[in-house]
């Protein structure tokens, strides 16, 4: 099995960046299709990108999000650019052991969450 940590959430400005980080222990990430996921309150969780050989985004985030992974540091990370008030939610990693095909934007095609991260943006 392998257990995920995110880090990096915080405070900051509408414009403003942060970068996300998922460390992986158990297992190596090069064997899982990875992703990450937010939920606002009161909102169900959402997908927002995908990285499983390819990477691929949700509508809401593409072109300012960027998803990576550096297998060496069995890492992946979420690159936050040009954030906005409502991308103000918990932010979670989540892997799949199916490493390809399609790509899984329902939290239930995933068997591996971390603990979540909290982003705030401030208008």
């Known amino acids: 099995q392998v257990q995920l940590v995110e880090s990096g959430g915080g405070w900051v400005q509408a414009g403003g960046s942060l970068r996300l980080s998922c460390a992986a222990s158990?297992?190596?990430?090069?064997?899982?299709?990875m992703a990450w996921f937010r939920q606002a309150p009161g909102k169900e969780r959402e997908f927002l990108a995908w990285?499983?050989?390819?990477?691929d985004y949700a509508d809401s985030v593409k072109g300012r999000f960027t998803i990576s992974r550096d297998n060496a540091k069995n890492t992946i990370f979420l690159q936050m650019n040009s954030l906005k008030p409502e991308d103000t939610a918990v932010y979670y990693c989540?892997?799949?052991?199916?490493?390809?095909?399609?790509?899984?934007?329902?939290?239930?095609?995933?068997?591996?969450w971390g603990q979540g991260t909290q982003v705030t943006v401030s208008s």
């Open positions: 989540a892997a799949r052991s199916i490493l390809g095909g399609p790509t899984a934007r329902r939290p239930v095609e995933y068997g591996y």
């Open positions: 158990g297992r190596t990430v090069s064997s899982y299709a």
């Open positions: 990285s499983g050989g390819r990477t």
